[in-house]
């Protein structure tokens, strides 16, 4: 079953980008074309975002990324 909230493909509709497992450098630059506000919270890589991936970005929609740091094994 599809989200309601997915968007359709093919459409010219904004969509969220999968960002988890990135650098901050990578994902803000990944996100920027899609002129976005984004807030941060933590360092690292990113562990999680919302809107979720696939998600349609309406007009003014905001981003939070999650980062923390990896953990050594």
Do not use: F, I, N
Not at 1 to 15: K, L, T
Not at 43 to 54: D, E, I, K, T
Request: charge should be positive; hydrophobic fraction near 45%.
């Amino acid at each position: 079953m599809a989200s309601a909230e997915a968007a359709e493909p093919g459409s010219d509709a904004r969509v969220m980008p999968e960002l988890r497992g990135r650098t901050l450098r990578h994902a803000l630059a990944t996100l920027a074309p899609l002129g976005v506000g984004v807030k941060v919270d933590g360092s690292g890589l990113v562990v999680a975002q919302a809107p979720a991936p696939g998600v349609a970005l309406p007009a003014e929609t905001g981003v939070r990324l999650t980062l923390a740091s990896a953990t050594p094994r």
